[in-house]
């Protein structure tokens, strides 16, 4: 069964701590994003990338960085976490199709206190 | 700005009857469309998508509509069933723009009621 894993489904950290999440796939897909979702807000993207070592930033980048050292491996850092990111975070991978959509993991949901 | 909209939270059914939810958008250079389900504590699962070239995509008891004029599109699920009861996600993305990602909506959640 091909999928897409998000290593926690909880997180609780403090405030100031630096916090990686973690994102497997393994459909060879190219393409990986992260997105967050908020009540009210929807998903919103936070950084994508189209190949290894490669990453654009989504329209909420901002207190986040990514990294991609392998196809099937694409991590979220929260370099100084904060309260406002607390949130549900969702990792998804796709072909470089439009008609395939994307494929999600179960989501992390990450609380900052 | 939010260029894709769903303007209603919520929305409660009957069990057998139709339920439709709607969907808007700003961009019109959006040629392609999917609807996604989620519930609570899982990721969203793919539904059903429409190109712009099309204006009605079936698959089973799901129908989706596309007004291209209007920026509209709307996700028909006939019969309802309390299964259905998740939160539906529309998403928009543009084939000329090359870079595969996709718009999400705020998401209307779908109660059926037995």
């Known amino acids: 069964d091909v999928k897409v894993t998000q290593s926690s489904r909880y997180l609780v950290k403090r405030t100031g701590e630096k916090v990686f999440l973690e994102c497997v796939q393994d459909?060879?897909?190219?393409?990986m994003f992260w997105y967050r979702q908020d009540p009210g807000l929807g998903l919103r993207l936070i950084y994508f990338s189209y190949d290894v070592k490669m990453k654009e930033k989504g329209d909420i980048p901002e207190g986040y960085s990514v990294s991609r050292e392998k196809k099937e491996r694409f991590s979220l850092i929260l370099e100084s976490a904060s309260t406002n990111q607390t949130s549900m975070y969702l990792c998804a991978s796709s072909l470089p199709r439009l008609d395939y959509g994307y494929t999600f993991g179960s989501g992390t949901r990450l609380t900052v206190v | 700005d939010q260029q894709v909209k769903q303007n209603s939270p919520s929305l409660s059914v009957q069990e057998g009857r139709i339920s439709i939810l709607n969907c808007d958008y700003t961009n019109s250079m959006f040629d392609y469309f999917l609807w996604y389900k989620k519930y609570p504590a899982e990721g969203p699962t793919f539904l059903i998508s429409?190109?712009?070239?099309?204006d009605k995509n079936e698959d089973g008891r799901f129908t989706v509509f596309l007004n291209k004029s209007a920026k509209h599109l709307s996700l028909h699920i006939v019969p309802s069933q309390p299964g259905d009861s998740a939160v539906y996600f529309c998403?928009?993305?543009?084939?000329?723009?090359?870079?595969?990602?996709?718009?999400f909506g705020t998401g209307t959640r779908l109660k059926v009621l037995a």
């Open positions: 998403a928009a993305s543009s084939f000329t723009s090359g870079t595969y990602k996709y718009i």
């Open positions: 459909m060879d897909h190219e393409n």
């Open positions: 429409i190109s712009s070239i099309k």
